[in-house]
């Protein structure tokens, strides 16, 4: 309803996107607080737009709400563009009840927009004592006998999501070959049809075999390192009946492994199922993959371009980031089923990529604060992981309740007499452990994984790092976690703290170059003792900002000769430095490599998911399905397309394109206040770029200028703009474009 004097948009225009604490769908979860958060994408009704107010309703029922009654709240028009995590501020809300909401919103002309879709949600127990901040438990959803559906506290549940085979086939020898398009983290639902024949038993027991690999129309029995390979019976009857698998339950054994829900059946990876039944009149009616993960939009984002091996490369990580939720959090593989820190952060980084989900990392983020693993760098990507969810929601709340928890993974109680943390020399204590949330025996430095041992003589994947007492790489990784907390310590209101670490991270810069920059060669060295440069000892210092610009020619020569002599776990970070130092060309030609330390070759070997390792020789029991290795899925619309937040919850945007070789290229990236499209097309004596914001975020657009172009137009939405433009480094930048979609030409 329209008040009096008010101008209204369409109808079609309304608010979208609406999330209650963080979750997309919480009529399918159970909220585990009395003090809800709301937030919605604000419709862009008109070029630049933005929301100069809002008005939200919480009713006892959907009826209420039809008639625009919010019983248990009504905020009435709140002025202002804030239109993320607003707190409930109603009648005092019950446990095990379900409630209703919707939004409107007003534009910057003051017209108000239709109301948004109604989004249910569910609160449960709030009172409950939770084992650490952030648990969550599965419970049951609905109270009428026969209609509960279980659910998970706080996060999206996990659910089974059929595909069907691409290809369906009775072999010569009377098997039957299934095979579907990818593999995933499923069970199966076989609908069978035996006809006994008269007289003979009426029930038997069959075969059943799947995997990961295959031999043309046969699955490969013996497919090496950790790829997968299992037979299991199946009893069967005669006559038409779906049949689902009884895989035997997952046995954890590592510190905090995890294992299905007694009311789940269990899941292991495959793509291809093999019914044995020779001697029998059988045939296969149906077959159903039921692939275990978090519900997702494959609609929220993609990335196309001119170099269709770097198109697959986009979609082979995309499905492997959804595929490896199937616990519900970022414990991905089949064969630990753990989390760990450093692969949960860029599992972290492709889901927020590619789709409009926060809830799953934010619980697997508290759930690592309280669980740390032994690796001495995968404690900094704690405080990594609680910095990517500010500057991906813009919500400080996490901030603030871990902060103290967080401050010792800064590991300063490490520090020795030089200035530098060690995990050899004595600091690592009980006192110590117990304060970062590690019950293990002790911290190890990592640098990468795998490292050198009898089955990888050569080395393992450090590129021969010579480890001392004092290493660069965990100093770098120090000095980054510094930087960050200081950040933290000024949202959480502590100047003095903030100060303090600024101090802290200004003298280790100091330190870092004195113990380990090599100023005759120009390069860092591993450690404290050796002269030994590795790769990971020049690209962390690149990536975390410890390179003095006059060093960067020296120290990225260096780097170039390395090659990929670097784990999947590191060539994120090889990556992510190489595009910082505007090495585009360097850094797409690792992209793309055809190796077999690359993408191309998980592609070549017939894995549908993203590898532990590049290949099985680096790693002897290397698995078909890990997340920790789909980085490019990310750093394609972060670094090749180049959005990337400059404010926290993208507010403010930078989008700057590092085309390298590529003609053109478009991407779609989700974000909390709605998607960003881009896309450019790249051409001898131009460059073109179209750009579409959401509402209430605004955007610095560089152009790439080419090499010794010193005369320019450009050109926006059909006028060519004289103001504020500025030429910065190889860029023209473009200031304050607002919402909505901008064409721009660069001729020159």
Not at 41 to 60: C, H, I, M, R
Not at 169 to 198: H, M, Q, Y
Not at 349 to 357: I, K, S
Not at 395 to 419: C, F, H, Q, W
Request: hydrophobic content about 35%.
């Amino acid at each position: 309803m329209i008040g009096a004097g008010q101008l209204a948009i369409a109808d079609t225009v309304r608010p979208s996107g609406l999330m209650t604490n963080l979750l997309t769908k919480p009529e399918k979860s159970v909220i585990t607080t009395r003090g809800p958060m709301f937030s919605w994408v604000v419709p862009t009704s008109e070029p630049n737009d933005f929301q100069t107010g809002y008005q939200l309703l919480v009713a006892s029922s959907p009826r209420l709400l039809e008639a625009d009654t919010g019983d248990m709240w009504d905020s009435g028009k709140v002025d202002g563009r804030n239109a993320l995590h607003i707190p409930y501020a109603g009648t005092s809300l019950q446990a095990q009840t379900a409630y209703y909401w919707k939004v409107r919103t007003w534009n910057k002309s003051g017209e108000v927009s239709a109301y948004s879709e109604v989004q249910q949600f569910n609160i449960g127990d709030a009172g409950r004592k939770k084992q650490w901040p952030g648990e969550s438990r599965w419970v049951q959803l609905g109270t009428e006998p026969g209609q509960e559906t279980w659910t998970l506290e706080d996060r999206p549940p996990i659910q089974y999501h059929p595909t069907y085979p691409v290809h369906v086939d009775r072999r010569t020898d009377g098997v039957w070959f299934i095979a579907f398009e990818r593999a995933g983290f499923a069970n199966v639902a076989l609908t069978l049809n035996w006809k006994s024949a008269p007289g003979d038993r009426t029930d038997t027991t069959l075969r059943v075999r799947i995997g990961e690999k295959n031999v043309g129309d046969s699955i490969d029995a013996e497919p090496g390192g950790g790829v997968i390979y299992r037979e299991y019976p199946l009893a069967i009857k005669a006559g038409t009946h779906t049949y689902h698998l009884d895989i035997p339950r997952f046995e954890p054994h590592y510190p905090h492994s995890q294992t299905m829900p007694a009311h789940m059946m269990e899941v292991i990876p495959f793509r291809f199922v093999e019914v044995v039944g020779a001697d029998l009149n059988l045939s296969v009616v149906s077959a159903e993959q039921l692939s275990l993960h978090v519900p997702s939009d494959e609609y929220a984002s993609y990335f196309v371009s001119s170099d269709t091996l770097l198109n697959k490369i986009y979609d082979l990580c995309r499905y492997s980031v959804i595929a490896n939720t199937f616990n519900g959090d970022y414990a991905a593989s089949q064969r630990e089923r753990m989390m760990y820190e450093a692969d949960a952060y860029i599992h972290q980084l492709g889901h927020y990529a590619v789709d409009r989900e926060f809830a799953t990392a934010r619980y697997s983020l508290e759930n690592m604060i309280y669980h740390a693993t032994w690796p001495t760098e995968w404690i900094s990507h704690s405080i990594m992981m609680v910095w990517a969810d500010f500057m991906h929601t813009g919500d400080t709340s996490v901030i603030r309740k871990n902060y103290e928890v967080l401050k010792p993974k800064l590991m300063t109680a490490l520090t020795m007499p030089n200035g530098l943390i060690s995990t050899t020399t004595g600091l690592v204590t009980d006192e110590f452990k117990a304060a970062i949330f590690f019950n293990g025996e002790t911290l190890r430095d990592i640098v990468d994984w795998p490292q050198r041992s009898a089955a990888l003589p050569e080395g393992g994947e450090t590129d021969s790092y010579v480890f001392t007492d004092y290493n660069t790489v965990v100093n770098a990784f120090h000095y980054h976690t510094l930087k960050l907390m200081e950040k933290m310590a000024r949202i959480v209101g502590n100047g003095r703290e903030a100060e303090q670490l600024r101090k802290t991270h200004a003298r280790l810069f100091k330190t870092f170059q004195r113990h380990f920059f090599d100023p005759g060669r120009g390069v860092y060295i591993d450690g404290i003792g050796t002269d030994h440069a590795s790769l990971h000892a020049n690209l962390y210092p690149l990536v975390f900002g410890l390179v003095p610009e006059k060093e960067k020619p020296q120290v990225l020569a260096h780097i170039k000769t390395k090659g990929m002599a670097c784990g999947v776990y590191s060539a994120n970070y090889l990556l992510e430095g190489l595009f910082d130092a505007e090495e585009d060309a360097y850094a797409l030609s690792l992209l793309t490599s055809t190796s077999d330390r690359s993408w191309y070759n998980m592609l070549r070997v017939g894995a549908t998911m993203t590898t532990e390792a590049w290949d099985t020789k680096y790693k002897n029991n290397n698995g078909w399905s890990h997340a920790w290795s789909a980085s490019p899925v990310h750093i394609l619309p972060r670094k090749v397309i180049g959005i990337t937040p400059s404010a926290p919850g993208f507010k403010r945007v930078a989008i700057k394109p590092q085309p390298a070789g590529l003609s053109w290229a478009k991407a779609k990236l989700p974000t909390i206040r709605g998607p960003i499209e881009t896309s450019f097309d790249q051409q001898h004596r131009y460059f073109e770029m179209i750009v579409s914001l959401p509402a209430n975020m605004e955007a610095d657009v560089y152009l790439p200028v080419p090499p010794g172009v010193d005369h320019f137009t450009v050109v926006q939405n059909g006028v060519e703009r004289k103001e504020g433009t500025v030429l910065k480094g190889s860029y023209v930048l473009l200031k304050d474009v607002g919402a909505g979609r901008h064409e721009f030409k660069l001729t020159y």
